[in-house]
């Protein structure tokens, strides 16, 4: 009966990753791993003595907590994780004195969502509230054997985006014969790839200034000027001085102060970077806001520029629907400057939606998650000079 729901649960859980997979495959999505401590709390049924830590709780005092799951931009993550923990002589499991030493171990498969969706924008941000349902299969000599419901919640602290301090609680409840139930917490540090991307293209960096600095500087070049045959000078031969005319060289078209400044303006405005926006959103990430940030600087350094922020969207979705996105993707930018005191009437925003895809990936066409985000893209037009 152990095995039967055991398995019953794994499939459930493995269903779900491959559901919310297929929802989601874009640049917003990320894999994560962690390692960390638990603590098992071992209270009882009716969380009699809930915190008493010299009595129920039970770790080990080496990293303990191995975690790997995915992220997906919608809110909903997919988590993976194995404890390992001791039941110490002296402790109290079910209220029962527990007599020697005895392994822990736990394996969990979890389903998640981040709260923050309801409060920010669709990123991962500082505060990352979420909560937690699944299965499990604990196997301890001392109380457990078989498999558990969990269900919970916790707090992920993210420092940079790419790592977070990640505290988390379950309550973890026995399934069939296993009648026994308990808390377990945990706390420990996430990491995702692009932390380690970021690693080597610095340690990149250096190897490619020192390499750089290293070179060996080539000789000048001194030109041969011993001649392979003697000079033979030709006899002179008196000959009628030609006449050289100057050529005609039209004057350069002079430029007025509006040209020059036009000129100016587009160099300047063609240096700023462009805004990538995530599938299916509108919003603006920290790293976008950078970037619009930039164009705050150019409107209040050349007061007489008027824009029009132009916004695309990939193929995915309906031709209507993408264009609304994309509409509400060049105001989104808009209203972001003229927040930061811009004057409205000079920022125009133009919807493109699917019309005008800069590679190959139109509808039915497969490509991937890199190709389809060149496509959700803005720019920045210079449409006219305002008077001052």
Same mark, same amino acid.
């Given at each position: ?32 791993? =962690?390692?960390?401590? @638990?603590?098992? +709390?071992?209270? &009882?049924? *009716?969380?009699?003595?809930? %915190? #008493? ?36 002589? =002296?402790?109290?499991? @079910?209220?029962? +004195?527990?007599? &020697?030493? *005895?392994?822990?171990?736990? %394996? #969990? ?36 054997? =078989? ?242």
């Amino acid at each position: 009966m152990k095995n039967l729901y055991f398995y019953t649960c794994l499939l459930c859980i493995f269903a779900s990753n491959y559901t919310l997979l297929a929802q989601r495959d874009d640049e917003s999505a990320t894999w994560y791993f =962690g390692i960390g401590y @638990n603590v098992v +709390d071992d209270s &009882g049924r *009716e969380a009699r003595q809930l %915190f #008493d830590i010299s009595k129920n709780w039970n770790y080990v005092w080496f990293p303990s907590t191995v975690t790997a799951g995915y992220m997906f931009n919608n809110g909903f993550r997919v988590t993976f994780m194995g404890n390992y923990n001791q039941y110490k002589d =002296g402790k109290q499991i @079910n209220l029962k +004195d527990q007599i &020697g030493d *005895e392994p822990f171990w736990a %394996f #969990d498969g979890l389903v998640e969502y981040g709260l923050n969706i309801f409060y920010r924008e669709r990123n991962r941000n500082l505060i990352d509230p979420f909560l937690s349902a699944g299965f499990g299969y604990t196997s301890n000599d001392a109380a457990y054997d =078989g498999m558990t419901f969990d269900a919970g919640g916790g707090l992920n602290l993210w420092i940079d985006r790419n790592w977070a301090i990640s505290m988390r609680a379950l309550g973890k409840w026995g399934i069939g014969d296993n009648k026994n139930n308990y808390k377990h917490y945990s706390i420990g540090v996430l990491l995702t790839p692009d932390l380690f991307k970021r690693w080597s293209m610095r340690r990149a960096g250096r190897r490619s200034v020192s390499n750089s600095t290293s070179q060996p500087v080539p000789p000048a070049y001194v030109p041969d000027t011993t001649p392979d045959e003697p000079v033979v000078e030709d006899t002179p031969v008196e000959t009628e001085p030609a006449v050289v005319t100057e050529p005609v060289v039209p004057p350069a078209p002079t430029k007025s102060e509006e040209e020059l400044l036009w000129e100016e303006m587009e160099e300047e405005l063609g240096r700023i970077a462009i805004v990538y926006y995530a599938f299916d959103s509108s919003y603006l990430t920290e790293d976008d806001k950078a970037i619009v940030e930039e164009l705050v600087e150019f409107m209040n350094k050349y007061p007489r520029a008027k824009l029009d922020i132009q916004a695309h969207a990939d193929s995915r979705g309906s031709a209507d629907y993408n264009m609304w996105l994309s509409q509400k993707r060049g105001k989104r930018i808009v209203d972001y400057i003229v927040s930061k005191g811009i004057d409205e009437k000079r920022l125009t925003y133009t919807g493109f939606g699917e019309t005008q895809l800069v590679n190959r990936c139109a509808d039915g066409v497969p490509c991937s998650a890199e190709e389809q985000r060149q496509n959700r893209r803005t720019k920045y037009v210079l449409i006219r000079l305002v008077n001052e």
